[in-house]
């Protein structure tokens, strides 16, 4: 079954302890995408990555930093996390082509304390 | 500044009750708009995509239009099972960076 897996699920965790979300994507898809979801802000987008070891700024980078060493993997990296950061978090994919077709994954609730 | 503005922000509907969902932007180089669906604790799901005025989908009871300033978001008839947030997004000439609205939370009631 074709898909984009998220772990965790759901994490509560404090003020500055470094934590990593994964995201796995099975469809060789080149294009891959963080976002953050906030009540009455929609969906903004964090990082993307247009293939392995490339990667650049969505709208709302600080704080977050992300690596494409393999195809099928991007992970969203907190070196620092803050309670601004509480929030829904998805991962996206697609083809280099269709990027306006992404596959979404079911998403990380994050809660920093 | 690349922007998407969506209205209403909500939107209660009679089941059979056509009705129309707004989405306004501004975006250099538009390479495309595009609709998605999101129920409740999931990710969106992809509906459709746009590339220049004039153009229009449909899908079951759904028809997007796409102008030069906005796109239309079309619920003929809808029923319960329409309930969902819509949610509309441009890709501008930055290749791969999407800029999304805040979305249209649609109930519709039997």
Known sequence: EAQVTQNPRYLITVTGKKLTVTCSQNMNHEYMSWYRQDPGLGLRQIYYSMNVEVTDKGDVPEGYKVSRKEKRNFPLILESPSPNQTSLYFCASSPPDLINEQFFGPGTRLTVL | ?110
Not at chain 2, 4 to 17: F, H
Not at chain 2, 28 to 39: A, E
Not at chain 2, 80 to 92: F, I, N
């Open chain 2, 1 to 110: 500044e690349d922007q998407v503005t969506q209205s209403p922000e909500a939107l209660r509907l009679q089941e059979g009750e056509s009705s129309s969902l707004n989405c306004s932007y501004t975006v250099s180089g538009l390479r495309g708009l595009f609709w998605y669906r999101q129920d409740p604790g999931k990710g969106p799901e992809f509906l459709f995509t746009l590339y220049s005025a004039g153009e229009e989908k449909e899908k079951e009871r759904l028809k997007a239009t796409l102008t030069k300033k906005e796109s239309f978001l079309h619920i003929t008839a809808p029923k319960p099972e329409d309930s969902a947030t819509y949610l509309c997004a441009v890709r501008g000439y930055q290749g791969g960076k999407l800029i999304f609205g805040q979305g249209t939370e649609l109930s519709v009631k039997p």
